[in-house]
């Protein structure tokens, strides 16, 4: 079984810092005794797009906003093969220059953005080997859509599978 860690998203700033900056990067680490390998793992929309790009014909990709604190669980993930990392929620900057939890705990929530959106991000391809080599083939975004009662946007939640 693989033994890969993903850093996903999250605040590149410090919370101090009069300019804040929120990712979407995804990093995967491959571990090999006692040691750790990192590398920068490229992310498309469906459509093979880079995210955070605009492809020749001037269409942006579909990929998810930045944002910190959402929440995550990995599905599908079974014998040798890797499945999907889910993600939902997180909270977005809005117009807020500073950290948006800097601003919510200084001035109550101040244009900040609780997304409510669900995104699995396919980790088929994903190897220790590919991690190691800094070779990965580029994971896909998928927005999933949800029917029926979809939840508030919201940051800090918890994500659990029931797989029974």
């Known amino acids: 079984q693989s033994q890969i860690l993903l850093l996903l998203g999250g605040e ?4 101090w810092s009069d300019l804040s900056e929120l990712s979407m990067d995804v990093h995967g680490g491959a571990f090999a005794s006692g040691i750790m390998t990192m590398t ?9 797009v880079d995210c ?4 020749s014909a001037g269409d942006v990709a579909i990929c998810p906003e930045v944002r910190r604190d959402m929440a995550v669980a990995i ?12 993600m939902f929620g997180g909270m977005g900057m809005g117009t807020a220059a500073i950290s948006p939890f800097r ?3 200084e001035k109550g929530q101040v244009d900040l953005q609780a997304y409510n959106d ?20 580029p994971l896909a ?3 999933v859509d949800v029917l029926g009662n979809k939840p508030l946007g919201r ?5 659990m599978l029931d797989t029974s």
Request: aromatic share 12%.
């Open 40 to 48: 920068k793992l490229w992310t498309t929309d469906e459509q093979g």
């Open 12 to 15: 590149r700033t410090g919370f």
């Open 103 to 105: 601003s919510f705990l």
């Open 155 to 159: 940051w800090g939640a918890g994500l």
């Open 118 to 137: 669900l995104w699995f991000l396919d980790m088929a391809d994903l190897t220790e080997d590919c991690i190691k080599l800094s070779e990965c083939e």
């Open 52 to 55: 955070g790009q605009t492809d």
């Open 75 to 86: 599905m599908g993930n079974t014998g040798g093969s890797n499945g999907k990392l889910l």
């Open 141 to 143: 975004w998928h927005q």
